[in-house]
């Protein structure tokens, strides 16, 4: 099972400055997800990000807002751009365990464990 | 993706067996019933997948009826450990990305 690891695992930050998280996988993995997760809530899909192309983002998340790189097949960042407290969260990273093939997975689907980020 | 509903929440004592039901009345046939569980502070995991009839691993049993409108997860036995969120969802292997629904907060009692 792929072994993931984020940083910085928490973070206060001040309103309008920017937080980049990295997220780092211990194999060569396709597909990448970025979540967040409000205190007490589910996971929202922000965007998916393949080796190669562009993030795909979700309805109500922009590429402005939170830019992501992914440079290879085992690390990506995800930035939170002009933040405001509104953006407190835990945001995760996720991946499917494969190099190969297009369809998803969920039973090779491994989660990070969060960057929990505080806004002031 | 279908959409699933679940229980918000749920309360047992330990050493009980937990059953946490799922709806998905609009499963395609294509589509794979999974389960998840996050604990506190941590990112959810893959617990148990199933297309129809029962599964049974280490962690937990999923019973899916004959129509597979809805699906059950079964936590023989339960302990402190086992509370948790669980997350239902539905998906076909084709998908591109995972949606997640509210989830249940079990929570165990001595």
């Known amino acids: 099972s792929a072994v993931i690891s984020q940083k910085p695992s928490r973070d206060i930050c001040q309103r309008g400055t920017s937080l980049t998280i990295q997220c780092q996988v211990d194999?060569?993995?396709?597909?990448m997800f970025w979540y967040r997760q409000q205190p007490g809530q589910s996971l929202t899909l922000i965007a998916t990000?393949?080796?190669?192309?562009?993030?795909?983002?979700e309805s109500g998340f922009v590429i402005d807002k939170f830019p992501i790189s992914r440079p290879n097949l085992t690390f990506s960042t995800l930035t939170v751009s002009n933040m405001s407290p509104e953006d407190s969260s835990i945001y995760l990273c996720?991946?499917?365990?494969?190099?190969?093939?297009?369809?998803?997975?969920?039973?090779?689907?491994?989660f990070g464990p969060g960057t929990r980020l505080l806004v002031l | 993706l279908a959409k699933t509903t679940q229980p918000i929440s749920m309360d047992s004592y330990e050493g009980q067996e937990v059953n946490i039901t799922c709806s998905h009345n609009?499963?395609?046939?294509?589509?794979?019933i999974t389960w998840y569980q996050q604990f506190p502070s941590q990112g959810p995991r893959f617990i148990i997948q199933?297309?129809?009839t029962k599964v049974t691993n280490e962690v937990a049993s999923l019973f899916i009826p004959a129509d597979r409108k809805s699906s059950t997860l079964s936590l023989p036995r339960v302990s402190l450990s086992d509370t948790a969120v669980y997350y239902c969802l539905v998906a076909t292997r084709s998908a591109s990305k995972i949606i997640f629904g509210s989830g249940t907060r079990l929570s165990i009692r001595p």
């Open positions: 609009n499963i395609a046939t294509n589509d794979y």
């Open positions: 996720s991946v499917e365990d494969r190099t190969s093939g297009s369809n998803l997975r969920l039973e090779t689907q491994y």
């Open positions: 990000a393949n080796q190669g192309s562009e993030a795909t983002y």
């Open positions: 199933g297309y129809k």
């Open positions: 194999s060569q993995v396709t597909m």
